[in-house]
């Protein structure tokens, strides 16, 4: 072995490397940015938005409000008037959790009979559900379990075993089917991952082959030319969730609640976004390797960031806008809302919005960026 030969050639490939600084940037901040991303994910079920119709409003039913609190696993952030309004907010993805308790919660307890509480629990995500479930009941028997001490103590005479019974219903997912909440986050990923790569695939691999200069000679313009390779791409998604969905629905049983009309119009939106970043991927690199990266860079964080499989709430604020800034965060509960809960536009506008944002943005973007890489 001559290994002024080889020393030749391993100083020729690192000059290559530190010349190829976006490849090195990638190399080096992807697995830093793994790391960060996979350190604060978590699988644990904490601060569950949730909504309280207290019809009580007794030092009694506040008592129960603070033991559901003091678990960390609950935030009472909406207190409503009317169970009408607990079901909107769960309806809109605005709350997970209802906690509906009697107008005659106190005076049952203080005469020693049971009072029965209702606990609403959002099953479409049935990590969140299972632990809920479970809790509910939990705290229902310890917060029992005191008063009877208490009673006892008082007057020497055993109230029920069970004075506060706390009845937990699971909406939309009864049986707590994980295939509910999997299959229609797995299509949204599926339609992230064809949009963005093959947007990126059509546009750099015929700069690398040569054949988009020969288009620029032509008359057709740069919005033609970019309108002309992203409508069958389009067309390509439509087709992949038209397939993904029957699967879903003949194979694993899952049923479609919602409206399928709906749910076409907004992936709409969606593959314009995720159309959007694969172009302006394609006009940052200047190879196929070197789109590919960064196109990794962008789907880890938006999968992982959006509540597909880890729940957001449990993440902390910073990477929550983080994921925000994906539309993959809004579409995962767009479809989840239409295929699970049957829900309609009324409530699903909060996330439509930010998506048809990130959407105009993106797409916006790409299209003056390569309108000047092609003139």
């Keep these: 072995m001559n290994f002024g030969r080889l ?15 976006r490849t090195l940037g990638t190399i080096i901040t992807l697995p830093i940015m793994q790391l960060f991303l996979y350190g604060y994910l ?25 033991a559901f609190t003091n678990t960390t696993y609950l935030d009472m952030k909406y207190f409503e008037n009317s169970f009408d309004a607990v079901q909107r907010r769960i309806d809109g993805g605005d709350a997970k959790i209802g906690v509906l308790i009697p107008p005659d ?32 009941s939990g705290v229902g028997q310890a917060l029992s379990t005191q008063l009877v001490v208490q009673r006892a103590g008082r007057m020497g005479v055993p109230p029920p075993p069970q004075l506060i019974d706390v009845r937990a219903r699971a909406w939309y997912n009864p ?6 909440f ?14 963005t790569i093959q947007a990126v695939t059509v546009i750099v691999r015929e700069r690398e082959r040569g054949t988009i200069e020969q288009l620029v000679v032509t008359p057709i313009t740069g919005l033609e030319l970019l309108l002309g390779k992203i409508i069958p791409l389009i067309g390509l998604g439509y ?51 070197q789109a590919v990266q960064v196109a990794q860079m962008l789907l880890l964080p938006s999968i992982l960031l959006s509540g597909f499989i880890f729940p957001r709430e449990s993440l902390p604020y910073w990477l ?56």
């Design 7 to 21: 020393w030749a050639v391993i100083r020729k490939e690192v000059l290559h490397l530190l010349r190829d600084r």
């Design 239 to 289: 087709l992949e969730i038209t397939v993904t969905l029957l699967v879903a629905s003949f194979w694993f049983g899952m049923p479609i609640k919602g409206s399928l009309l709906l749910l076409y119009a907004l992936c709409l939106v969606f593959f314009f976004s995720t159309l959007g970043i694969g172009v302006l991927i394609s006009t940052v690199s200047k190879t196929y390797q």
């Design 175 to 180: 049986t707590l089917s994980n295939v509910y």
């Design 42 to 66: 978590t699988n644990d079920v904490t601060h569950i938005p949730t909504a309280i119709f207290d019809q009580s409003k007794t030092p009694e039913s506040r008592a129960l409000l603070t």
């Design 182 to 195: 999997i299959v229609p986050g797995v299509i949204a990923v599926v339609l992230v991952f064809i949009t």
């Design 105 to 136: 919660y106190a005076t049952k307890l203080r005469s020693g009979r049971t009072a029965q509480v209702g606990v609403i629990v959002d099953a479409s995500e049935p990590t969140s559900a299972n632990v809920v479930l479970g809790l509910a």
């Design 320 to 375: 929550q806008l983080i994921g925000g800034l994906f539309p993959l965060t809004y579409f995962v509960v767009v479809i989840r809302g239409i295929l699970i809960k049957g829900v309609g536009i009324e409530f699903l506008w909060k996330q439509i919005l930010p998506l048809l944002a990130l959407g105009l943005l993106f797409f916006g973007v790409a299209i003056s960026r390569f309108q000047k890489r092609v003139d």
